[in-house]
Nanobody
Framework: QVQLVESGGGLVQPGGSVRLSCAFS????????MYWYRQDPGKERGLVAS???????NYAEAVKGRFTISRDNAKNTVYLQMNSLNPDDTAVYYC?????????WGQGTQVTVSS
């Protein structure tokens, strides 16, 4: 059973930075495409970024140029570096893992951008 554990969220000032981490366990990390999603209360969960095992990335338009997704296949961890944060980035951020046959969600970590 795959487990995903996010960490790194918290309160950050506008213009600040934070790095989220998602630790993966329970299967072969390199066979999963990894994603970060986010969700505001009352809104649908939306894709932030994705990364394949080979390092190919994709970003939502709202975060291009500010966020960077990366993965360390040796440490079974995916990261989301978030820079130039603004209040619209406030959300619960979820890690998501998808292979050819199954998918899993993490429990989420809150990021609040406020002065």
């Amino acid at each position: 059973q795959v487990q995903l554990v996010e960490s790194g969220g918290g309160l950050v000032q506008p213009g600040g930075s934070v790095r989220l981490s998602c630790a993966f366990s329970g299967s072969i990390f390199s066979t999963y495409v990894m994603y970060w999603y986010r969700q505001d209360p009352g809104k649908e969960r939306g894709l932030v970024a994705s990364i394949t095992s080979g390092g190919r990335t994709n970003y939502a338009e709202a975060v291009k140029g500010r966020f960077t997704i990366s993965r360390d296949n040796a440490k079974n961890t995916v990261y989301l570096q978030m820079n130039s944060l603004n209040p619209d980035d406030t959300a619960v951020y979820y890690c998501y893992a998808r292979s050819r046959i199954e998918d899993y969600w993490g429990q989420g970590t809150q990021v609040t951008v406020s002065s």
